[in-house]
């Protein structure tokens, strides 16, 4: 038979409470293996999260910048409204007269 291992218990004393307070020391400083494996998986999962935080962040940065750019055509359009809405009679009849019509042939 194998003899038996008690754990030798101290006495620590408590910053919290002026009585002393029972302290047992662990049996094993060395983590078991399932530890490590735990850990490693653990460490995995937490590269996993890392690695879909990063795409998440680029597709949110492409996702902004095609908002800012609805926004800038949506004020474009809206700038060009008011142009045309402000404009003169002289200069309706001024760009009429300098449109070109794609139809017709190009000549320098």
């Given at each position: 038979?194998?003899?038996?291992?008690?754990?030798?218990?101290?006495?620590?004393?408590?910053?919290?409470?002026?009585?002393?307070?029972?302290?047992?020391?662990?049996?094993h400083?060395?983590?078991?293996?399932?530890?490590?494996?735990?850990?490693?998986?653990?460490?995995?999962?937490?590269?996993?999260?890392?690695?879909?935080?990063?795409?998440?962040?680029?597709?949110?940065?492409?996702?902004?910048?095609?908002?800012?750019?609805?926004?800038?055509?949506?004020?474009?359009?809206?700038?060009?409204?008011?142009?045309?809405?402000?404009?003169?009679?002289?200069?309706?009849?001024?760009a009429?007269?300098?449109?070109?019509?794609?139809?017709?042939e190009?000549?320098?």
């Amino acid at each position: 038979t194998s003899p038996s291992y008690h754990r030798p218990t101290t006495t620590k004393t408590s910053s919290h409470s002026p009585t002393n307070v029972p302290y047992t020391p662990p049996l094993h400083t060395t983590p078991a293996p399932f530890s490590y494996d735990l850990a490693q998986t653990l460490d995995n999962h937490v590269l996993a999260l890392e690695a879909a935080t990063q795409k998440l962040d680029a597709r949110t940065a492409v996702a902004i910048g095609i908002i800012d750019m609805e926004h800038a055509i949506g004020n474009r359009a809206d700038r060009i409204q008011q142009l045309n809405d402000d404009a003169p009679p002289e200069a309706w009849q001024e760009a009429a007269a300098a449109s070109w019509d794609p139809a017709d042939e190009y000549t320098p």
